[in-house]
């Protein structure tokens, strides 16, 4: 941020735990969820999550329905990380779904079209950490997609002065790639073979920070 001319002392950052408000309460109690007002806030950035955007549970629902509200008018922006970009992929139409290919786990290589190579500092491609197996099947209308892996054909979507997504983790360290893939292996939620190859690769070079710094220059286009 310092980078950009904004001090973080002068950042007013706020967070919003809607899952911990309704992922246990009904539909009729999930409505009565008071969302930051779009008054109040100039952005919003709809984090991952160990839920699944394919569900229909109330609490989804409803995220999604807000997220529709602040699609619908021009000065609030949106980022969406993982499950947020899966959000925000539910909220332009598009179908979210369990992929038929795989899991995608650790630094993984993500192809950047050309609308994705302006915004991550004119790379041919991003290693970044993924950690999904929901995928949005195809990109709505009216975005620009970002990028692509062999596992997942939408890794990001752009529009200029009101959304950037991406299907990565770019705020992930190595120690907390490490943890969850060992986790969910332990759980058996990731065989053995997968979690092998992905703990292979957690400590590789990865480009959160140029996502990040794109996140920025997005907020202030």
Known sequence: ADSFGWPREKLQLSKWDIVQRGAELSEQEVEKI???????????????????????NPWISRLIAYTKTVLAQSRVR??????????????????????????????CKVDLTETG???FDDKDSLQIMQMHR????????GVKLLGSSPLCENQGMYEQKRLITIQAHPEFRDD??????????????????????????????????????????????
């Open 176 to 221: 907390i790639a490490k943890e969850i893939i060992e986790v969910r292996m332990e759980k058996k939620t990731f065989d053995e073979t997968l979690a092998t190859e992905g703990l292979r690769r957690v400590r590789d070079r990865h480009d959160g920070p140029v996502v990040a710094k794109a996140f920025l220059r997005f907020l202030i286009e």
């Open 34 to 56: 008071e969302y930051p007002r779009l008054e109040d806030i100039d952005a919003i950035l709809i984090s991952g999550s160990k839920f699944s955007a394919v569900d229909t």
């Open 134 to 141: 929901d995928i949005i099947v195809a990109y709505p209308p």
């Open 117 to 119: 190579k302006s915004l």
């Open 78 to 107: 949106i980022i969406g990380v993982c499950f947020g970009h899966q959000i925000v992929g539910r909220a332009l139409g598009s179908t979210v779904t369990r992929s038929p290919l795989g899991i995608e786990i650790s630094v």
